[in-house]
């Protein structure tokens, strides 16, 4: 019968997944994905290279993909008609502070500015002489404005109105490939660029000729950057990747987090949903990655607080204002979109950082034996006090020559011993053969090659003083009991010669012990008596 003992915390089960967080939990709380292909033929593959959110509600949400803009309603997430007036790629989106104008740059290096509703061109901005792959509004007041940054390593900060440009930010020496706008002054921006350098400008010193206010090095090609909502924190992504940096502290680096496996694309800010006025607000960084992992980082405790696998290469990611909408791009053309439910939709969203929306009974997947999940079902169960762990007896391993002895077996009990080579196995056979007073008997129905093997083990190990009073009495009996075959045999008489030799070697060598002894022993009474 099966020993039984109380459970204590430290035999508790553990599961093989970890128990989600309530964190965890609020970011799978987006329950309602929806794959939307930008594409019009599932032949074609369009990257989403950007995804940007109109900061007034309904949170409508834009992409950039192949020579098109497309906006989504941040209601029904249903696409409305594209924005075409592209010549090539288009690279970059960003919404006005007030969401009726979108500015979009393409790889001719022309910025476009649309009315957000009616989708037509207002302005057309032209001066980069490469691809414009950042075009960003101020986040504040300033509808007037917007800086934009090109393959050519250069920033640009434009007067929208007169489509003019203000002046040339230069410093960078490769492409420019990101950039956001300050939180807390439209007159501040940071761009990130491939020569491994994030540069932060204010327009009110840099039109003066002396360039950025600060150089941050990632030491990787910055792929993409963004402030953090005090304004006074920094991220920048490149390589594989996401870096804090401080700004008002000097550019001091606060953490480096390096949990995907492949370059970071793309990362903006996330934000856990209040749900009442006491609330504190929380924000995190979203980073995706090509290799297929979404990130979500709590920069005020620098650790990973939720992951989540898609199966493509991801190249952008969004979050809506209101904390209702994710957005992530890949480079196929499909975007996921999550929702999250309100509490007007789910009665279970009651909690702060959100719970998991109820799940609809038909749509849930019954466990049959057909399923691997149906044997590994209540693994992640805590046990109460009445519980009790029940261990299985542990299974002795036996020897061979255990086995044999067992069976009464002996004399192939003493061989089996004897192959093994190990000199404690050996004489522990023997000695249980000479409590059961069959090891001479053995010692007689040896054939010739197992009776090699005796004598070799003899010579050996009988002058060792551990074995050898047993040994040597049986090296004699051995002799005694086989002299005829020992004559007989060649190999034998070598075993017998190899024997005489080493213990006429170890008399001597205890003689020589003897004689060392008695010189010794006098001068140690003499010292005793001193």
Excluded at 295 to 316: E, G, Q
Excluded at 395 to 403: F, G, L, P, S, T
Excluded at 425 to 441: D, G, S
């Amino acid at each position: 019968m099966a020993e039984s003992f109380p459970v204590k915390p430290k035999l508790r089960p553990t599961s093989s997944k970890n128990t989600p967080t309530p964190e965890s939990k609020y970011w799978r709380s987006f329950k309602i994905p929806k794959d939307i292909s930008t594409t019009p033929s599932k032949s074609l593959i369009y990257p989403i290279t950007s995804i940007s959110f109109s900061p007034v509600a309904p949170h409508d949400f834009a992409a950039t993909h192949s020579a098109s803009v497309t906006v989504f309603s941040g209601q029904t997430l249903e696409p409305k008609p594209n924005i075409s007036s592209f010549s090539d790629v288009a690279a970059s989106v960003s919404f006005r502070c007030d969401g009726k104008l979108v500015a979009a740059g393409d790889l001719t290096g022309a910025v476009h500015v649309f009315d957000a509703k009616s989708r037509n061109q207002l302005r057309l901005l032209k001066g980069h002489s490469a691809a414009a792959r950042v075009v960003c509004y101020p986040r504040a007041a300033d509808k007037f404005h917007l800086f934009s940054g090109g393959d050519d390593s250069v920033v640009k900060y434009w007067d929208v109105t007169s489509e003019k440009c203000v002046f040339d930010l230069l410093g960078h020496k490769d492409y420019v490939r990101c950039g956001d706008a300050s939180p807390v002054s439209d007159d501040m921006f940071v761009s990130g660029s491939y020569d491994h350098r994030v540069r932060i400008w204010d327009v009110r010193v840099s039109n003066t000729g002396s360039g950025s206010v600060m150089d941050l090095n990632h030491e990787k090609p910055v792929e993409s950057v963004i402030y953090l909502p005090s304004g006074g924190l920094v991220a920048t992504a490149g390589g594989n990747f996401v870096k804090i940096w401080d700004v008002i502290g000097g550019g001091k680096l606060l953490y480096s987090m390096e949990s995907h496996n492949k370059t970071v694309t793309s990362i903006c800010l996330g934000k856990i949903a209040k749900e009442s006025v006491e609330d504190a607000e929380q924000s995190r960084i979203l980073s995706v990655s090509l290799d297929g992992y979404m990130k979500v980082f709590d920069y005020a405790k620098f650790k990973i607080v939720h992951s989540m696998r898609f199966p493509n290469p991801l190249l952008s990611v969004g979050f809506s204002p209101d904390c209702s909408t994710r957005v992530i791009g890949t480079s196929n053309g499909i975007m996921y979109v999550g929702r999250r439910k309100g509490k007007g939709e789910s009665k279970n969203s009651g909690d702060l950082l959100g719970s998991e929306a109820a799940d609809d009974g038909q749509n849930r997947r019954i466990l049959r034996p057909s399923y691997f999940r149906y044997f590994h079902r209540g693994q992640s169960e805590k046990p109460s006090e009445e519980d009790h762990l029940i261990k299985r007896p542990k299974k002795v391993k036996v020897a061979e020559h255990d086995k044999l002895l067992k069976k009464f077996r002996h004399k192939e009990a003493l061989v089996a011993a004897l192959n093994g080579k190990n000199p404690e196995n050996i004489v522990a056979v023997m000695e249980e053969l000479i409590a059961r007073k069959k090891l001479l008997k053995c010692v007689s129905n040896l054939d010739i090659d197992e009776l090699g093997l005796l004598l070799g083990f003899l010579q050996k190990y009988s002058t060792m003083p551990r074995h050898g009073g047993l040994l040597m009495r049986l090296a004699n009996k051995v002799v005694e009991l086989r002299d005829e075959d020992i004559r007989s045999s060649e190999q034998l008489r070598i075993h017998i010669r190899n024997l005489k030799r080493d213990v006429e070697e170890e008399l001597k060598i205890q003689q020589s012990l003897l004689e060392i002894q008695g010189i010794i022993s006098p001068m140690l009474k003499i010292a005793a008596k001193r």
